[in-house]
């Protein structure tokens, strides 16, 4: 019986392992209450993190990331031939697909939700800010999350492409 609970544990973690990934490092904001200005996370005034669009054209990214203030860059989403050390390279190829858009961001900088488009098809992912976790969701959850908890106060998050556009205007 015990070795019975002990596989269906190990499934359960496999599977868990697939659905949901964590491409950043948990990021604690301390006592602070979060504030999401733009495409930057503030805490009592002092940046805490931005989102970074690489590869930006018409409202989509090739690639997507959270920059936090120690350093840390979680990458969100790449491009099959982008790499993080030539983010040039988010220009090298046109397709129609491997895009990330409609970047938001709940207020308190606790979810930050976007789209990818891919050959697959579309899919929606939500991101963990501070848990640095991250999973596809069904539409319906980013809707009701919005709309009851929410009550339609996310911020639209502008992209920022730092290879190409000037801080101030970020």
Known sequence: MRACGVFILAAFALLTSCVSSR??????FGACKPVVQGREILCDGAHMAAVE????????CRALAIRYHDGNVAWLYQAPWFNPERPESAFERDSPYDWASDVEMTPDALYL?????????TRWIEYDVQGGMQRPVERFRIVELREIRYRGDVVQIPLFDPGRDNPDRG
């Open 113 to 121: 939700w976007y789209r990818t488009d891919d050959e697959i098809g």
């Open 53 to 60: 669009c690489h590869g930006r054209a018409e409202g989509s």
């Open 23 to 28: 491409p950043g490092r948990v990021h604690r």
